[in-house]
């Protein structure tokens, strides 16, 4: 009994990889054959080359080449398909038919992916189907009235597949899908996540039925089907379990990062925002543009909320950090770090541009030498 060689998709579509076991498969079965027993007949056969054997399996590869062809080209067509457009409820359809003006025009499907054309009684599933598929059907159903008539269908409003992209993105609002589109894809066009963007991508999936998917014609009430968690990074990287296909009627919301906020005598005080890796007291400083040149950077204090919902202080000396001499702190989520001022650097920047003006405005002359 001979096995039936299995298809992969991802293979070329002519049949390489089944002509590969076939062909191994029917050659073992030649050299079975009682005439190639003889060892002197078998030598002759390898030193021809095997161009006897061609006339045995050729033919036998042929057909069961062809017989898996159409099995190969449905499968070629069907990744074609699901990459093209689906006409969905509320799209606006423009039906085109060549010298027949009055079967020609706009038609918008209805809620339950229904149209009506004109001169054919009953209603037509437009929904689910590429533009091709339902011009088509169109075609077949005017084969009645109309000698070879020629159908054109294309949407000139997409309406079934809204998204909305809100959060910490730089172009947030609503897109209409006019073909599938990957969450990587859906963020790029929408200017990718923003400064202030946080470490996860929360999906929140429509809860209405799918009449294009089998077995959805209930609405979903569980809510671990209804939304989905991504990690942004993961995402931006292109991995493939962190990209999903965008469904329509999805809200995808990035939320912002935890922030610590950085005050008092810095250079440029500001909230920063907490992502993948922890941001330390030393850091967040750094990132500030450093202490001010009247900052005490010995009595930094960081103010924490407490598992009670009360306040802590913790007093931290940053030259002592530098020296390797304390622990860089870690920062968490809503730390405020205040650098206070030192009172001698104060008093000092005080003289110093008090009297800097003075000099500055002084003539200066030169003494004479002496004679």
């Known amino acids: 009994m001979t096995r039936s060689p299995s298809i992969d998709p991802a293979s070329d579509m002519d049949g390489g990889i089944m002509y590969h076991v076939v062909k191994k498969e029917h050659f073992t079965s030649v050299f079975n054959l009682p005439l190639l027993r003889s060892p ?76 009506r054309i004109p001169m054919v009684v009953h209603e037509i599933q437009a929904a689910c189907r590429t533009e091709s598929e339902l011009a088509a059907e169109i075609r077949n159903l005017y084969l009645e009235f109309k000698k070879d008539p020629s159908v054109e269908v294309f949407v000139s409003d997409f309406q079934s597949r809204p998204v909305s992209v809100i959060g910490a993105i730089n172009s947030p609002g609503q897109y209409r899908l006019q073909r599938q589109v990957r969450l990587l894809e859906l963020l790029t066009f929408s200017g990718g996540p923003a400064a202030r963007a946080g470490r996860t991508i929360d999906i929140v999936h429509s809860s209405a039925p799918n009449i294009c998917e089998s077995g959805s014609d209930q609405k979903t009430t569980d809510v671990a089907d209804q939304i989905s968690l991504y990690v942004l990074n993961d995402t931006m990287a292109g991995k493939i379990e962190a990209n999903p296909l965008v469904r329509p009627g999805d809200v995808i919301h990035i939320p912002d990062a935890d922030q610590v906020f950085i005050i008092g005598h810095v250079m440029s005080p500001q909230p920063i925002p907490l992502r993948d890796k922890p941001i330390t007291i030393s850091r967040a400083i750094a990132m500030s543009g450093g202490p001010a040149r009247d900052g005490a950077t010995s009595k930094i204090r960081i103010i924490r909320e407490s ?29 405020i770090v205040e650098v206070p001022s030192s009172t001698g650097k104060t008093i000092l920047g005080l003289f110093t541009g008090a009297i800097g003006p003075t000099l500055s405005g002084t003539a200066v002359r030169a003494l004479p030498g002496v004679p």
């Open 40 to 115: 002197w007949i078998l030598l002759a056969v390898i030193a021809t080359g095997g161009f006897l054997l061609k006339p045995v399996y050729s033919p036998v590869m042929a057909q069961e080449s062809n017989q898996a062809s159409p099995i190969a080209r449905v499968a070629s067509t069907t990744l074609s398909d699901d990459n093209r457009y689906r006409i969905g409820p509320g799209d606006v359809l423009s039906i085109l038919v060549r010298k027949a003006a009055e079967l020609s025009g706009p038609v918008r499907v209805d809620q339950r992916g229904m149209i």
């Open 307 to 335: 598992s009670d919902g009360g306040k802590q202080e913790i007093f931290v000396n940053l030259k002592d950090i530098q020296k390797l001499k304390a622990p860089d702190i870690a920062l968490m989520a809503n730390d």
